[in-house]
């Protein structure tokens, strides 16, 4: 069974600064890409931030300049680095990682249970 935790969330006011982390835990596993999404109340999850295994960023328009992605594959830790944060950013923030379990071929996406981040004004 494998496991995603996000922690790092929380209260800041505008202009400050989050970084949260998301660790993978289980057994027999590799993971390809990792990313970031986020919901805001009555809006659909969208994504925030992606990492590739090979450490290839993309991140969305609405954040770039402020957010940063990256990961420490020892770790199992996809980590994301948030400056300058507006009230709009608030969201409940969730990890995902594409695992493959050792000895199948299919790759699986899994999702922590999301960790919320409030900015205000």
């Known amino acids: 069974q494998v496991q995603l935790v996000e922690s790092g969330g929380g209260l800041v006011q505008a202009g400050g600064s989050l970084r949260l982390s998301c660790v993978a835990s289980?057994?027999?596993?590799?993971?390809?890409?990792m990313g970031w999404y986020r919901q805001a109340p009555g809006k659909q999850r969208e994504l925030v931030a992606s990492?590739?295994?090979?450490?290839?960023?993309n991140v969305a328009h609405s954040v770039k300049g402020r957010f940063t992605i990256s990961r420490d594959n020892a770790k199992n830790t996809v980590y994301l680095q948030m400056n300058d944060l507006k009230p709009e950013d608030t969201a409940v923030y969730y990890c995902?990682?594409?695992?493959?379990?050792?000895?199948?071929?299919?790759?699986?996406?899994?999702w922590g249970q999301g960790t919320q981040v409030t900015v205000s004004s």
């Open positions: 990492i590739t295994s090979g450490d290839s960023t």
């Open positions: 289980g057994s027999s596993f590799s993971i390809n890409a």
């Open positions: 995902n990682a594409d695992i493959t379990r050792a000895g199948g071929p299919y790759t699986y996406r899994y």
